[in-house]
């Protein structure tokens, strides 16, 4: 009798219906050629950690409607918080660009003669329209710092928003990858005009 309450309660603990959580990866998948062109060749980098909000610090996904109401998705998460995945996404691309004569994380004991800071100021997912639409929103703001004197060499904030094709959360990603993508690419064709001498 004792075996019989056992394999109920692992028949029933088996069916119990719990949302299914998918996760979801920030992968702007920027095609790029390295630079030819930039006056900061002979100049290292460093890129700071990327300044978020503590909700793009967390694995939750978010969405807002309206004006001020923002929600978390229940059956979606981000696999790598934003703000390291968009810090790894930025670092891979200036990697790959050659801009710099090299580049290294902040995780590096390296000194290097620019600091490259960055905040996240929008990375979000909108429903308005009584939920009929949807877009997203992504604003990167950046500030590139001459090590020697701590002056800000060049600031800018880029910013691209699209509209999304379907209502969930899935769809949301797909173009948050895509704004993504076409605001580090704006960056990276910044930088590139930067004089670093």
């Not at 409607?65 to 979606?76: D, I, L, Y």
């Not at 390291?84 to 004991?109: D, M, P």
């Not at 173009?175 to 930067?194: D, G, I, P, R, S």
């Amino acid at each position: 009798m004792k075996y019989f309450w056992i394999a109920a309660l692992i028949f029933l603990g088996g069916c119990t219906t719990q949302p299914h959580i998918v996760e979801y990866r920030i992968v702007p998948n920027l095609e790029i050629q390295a630079s030819s062109n930039s006056q900061c060749k002979g100049k290292s980098l460093k890129i700071a950690p990327v300044f978020t909000s503590s909700s793009l610090m967390s694995q939750t996904m978010k969405y807002t409607t309206e004006e001020f109401k923002e929600f978390a998705f229940t059956e979606s998460e981000w696999a790598v918080t934003p703000n390291r995945a968009i810090g790894n996404a930025l670092e891979r691309a200036l990697r790959e660009k050659k801009i710099f004569a090299s580049v290294s994380s902040f995780r590096s004991r390296s000194r290097a003669d620019l600091l490259l800071e960055s905040s996240v100021d929008e990375f979000i997912q909108h429903f308005y329209s009584n939920n009929k639409k949807s877009s997203v929103k992504v604003s990167l703001f950046a500030n590139l710092v001459d090590n020697k004197n701590s002056k800000s060499l060049a600031s800018k904030t880029f910013t691209k928003e699209l509209a999304v094709e379907q209502l969930n959360a899935k769809a949301g990603v797909e173009a948050l990858n895509k704004a993504l993508k076409e605001v580090l690419q704006e960056e990276l064709q910044w930088l590139e005009q930067q004089q670093c001498q």
